[in-house]
Nanobody, 118 residues
């Protein structure tokens, strides 16, 4: 019954900011290890950021120091704060998550488009 959905994508000028949300719906869900991916046209899906079940975060070199992944268990939401956006950040962004208890794994949202203009 649990579903994931991404929100917050859109158009922004280079140097701007967007905050993406990955929300769980359909029942009580505590996020465990979760990740953000992105895929640009003609390119492979790329891992962007991850957060462990314990809250440790890590990032692809291309976004380190610009993006921040976080989790709000009360809101059943994982966020990706994106600062100093660049045109090369343009892609569809996807959320992938596992439940904290391990009862759900490899859940994907349908993606949200981020377009950064130069």
């Amino acid at each position: 019954q649990v579903q994931l959905a991404e929100f917050g994508g859109g158009w922004v000028q280079a140097g701007g900011t967007l905050r993406l949300s990955c929300a769980a719906a359909g029942g009580t869900f505590r996020f465990g290890a979760s990740d953000w991916y992105r895929q640009a046209p003609g390119k492979q899906r790329e891992w962007v950021a991850g957060i462990s079940s314990g809250g440790a975060s890590n990032y692809a070199d291309s976004v380190k120091d610009r993006f921040t992944i976080s989790r709000d268990n009360a809101r059943e939401t994982v966020y990706l704060q994106m600062n100093r956006l660049k045109p090369e950040d343009t892609a569809v962004y996807y959320c992938n998550a596992n439940s904290y208890t391990g009862t759900h794994s490899d859940l994907w949202g349908q993606g949200t488009q981020v377009t950064v203009s130069s």
